[in-house]
């Protein structure tokens, strides 16, 4: 067993245990940091298979976005420390159990399927350079399509993200925005406002003709 | 060199989804179960770099791939963290059994 062998075995039980970890923690913040661990672990994996460029993405988008994110967002919904309830016995019983089904099929099928040995396996390099020519390529091969659509998306992505987590104005405020001056107007130019539950009959008509 | 059979990296992805499906499975609170949808798209990213490194070694093609899932699923979360804070801010609660309606 080589080095290279071990390293990866290493790795994948790295990984393997903080996923296992990070879905089955009691408190919502150890379980973001196990996730954080298993993305680093993944990335480590993409070193090991030298394709270092994937790997420094997966490192600046999910470790230093997607994690980032997800804990702030823990941080502004509950309090950290809190213990999720526990799930049912039921329940876990039976996903354990669905899952147990789905990871035995699915090992049964790639442990039968036999692939074919590449010929003369020749060293898999990925020149960054070589990432960018192909990306923004507009002949045959080229990902310049796909890519601007990504944009495309990323910006839709923001500007929805702005709008929803805008905070609504309190329809309050807006009523007496719309509704105190014609108050005013009505009571014959008293500076008191007047309160928008009983509003006088001329104003009241006026803000049905309007 | 690639003394790993392709099939032993298959079989980290194949654990590391079914990790991330049981976790979707048995949490009820939505932060969690978008950390377990990560742990997913995760395992289909090792899968793509792992087929463009054994079976096509002269092509990007996964590697693009990978780029572009990596892409989306930021995208993804940052949409569902916004809906999440919305949600919260309405129902004071983020569990899904307790969220009966997304309008407002």
Redesign the interface.
């Known amino acids: 067993m080589?080095a290279?062998?071990i390293i990866?075995y290493l790795i994948?039980a790295f990984?393997?245990a903080t996923?296992?970890l990070?879905?089955?923690a009691n408190r919502?913040f150890r379980?973001?940091i196990w996730?954080l661990f298993?993305?680093v672990g993944?990335a480590a994996?993409?070193f090991w298979?030298?394709?270092e460029?994937?790997a420094a993405?997966?490192i600046i988008?999910?470790v230093g976005?997607?994690v980032v994110?997800?804990i702030f967002?823990?941080f502004?919904?509950?309090q950290s420390g809190s213990q999720?309830?526990k799930?049912p016995l039921k329940?876990?019983l039976?996903?354990?159990l669905?899952?147990l089904f789905?990871?035995a099929f699915?090992?049964n099928i790639?442990?039968r399927y036999r692939?074919?040995p590449?010929a003369a396996?020749?060293?898999?390099v990925?020149p960054v350079s070589?990432?960018g020519e192909?990306?923004l390529d507009t002949k045959q091969h080229g990902?310049v399509l796909?890519f601007e659509v990504?944009s495309m998306?990323?910006l839709a992505?923001?500007i929805?993200?702005i709008v929803?987590?805008m905070?609504?104005v309190p329809k309050e405020k807006a009523n007496q925005k719309r509704t105190a001056p014609v108050g005013a107007f009505g009571d014959n130019l008293t500076d008191l406002p007047r309160p928008a539950a009983e509003p006088d009959p001329v104003s009241m008509m006026e803000e049905k003709t309007t | 060199m690639n003394e790993i059979p392709l099939t032993h990296i298959l079989f980290l992805s194949t654990a590391l989804f079914f990790i991330g499906m049981y976790g979707l499975f048995t949490r009820r609170n939505l932060i969690t179960m978008l950390m377990a949808i990560e742990l997913m798209l995760n395992s289909v990213n090792i899968n793509f770099v792992a087929f463009n490194k054994y079976l096509y070694p002269d092509k990007l093609n996964g590697v693009f791939f990978t780029l572009f899932i990596i892409a989306v699923a930021a995208a993804e979360a940052a949409v569902a963290i916004a809906i999440f804070i919305n949600l919260y801010r309405n129902h004071r609660s983020i569990d899904v059994e307790e969220t009966e309606q997304m309008r407002y």
């Open positions: 080589t290279y062998q990866f994948s990984v393997l996923a296992v990070a879905v089955t919502i379980s973001a996730l298993s993305l993944v994996l993409y298979m030298q394709v460029f994937v993405v997966q988008v999910y976005g997607v994110l997800i967002s823990i502004l919904t509950q999720l309830p799930p329940r876990s039976f996903a354990l669905a899952v789905g990871f699915t090992y790639i442990a692939f074919a590449v396996a020749k060293p898999f990925v070589a990432i192909q990306m990902f796909p990504v998306l990323l992505a923001m929805g993200c929803i987590a905070r609504p």
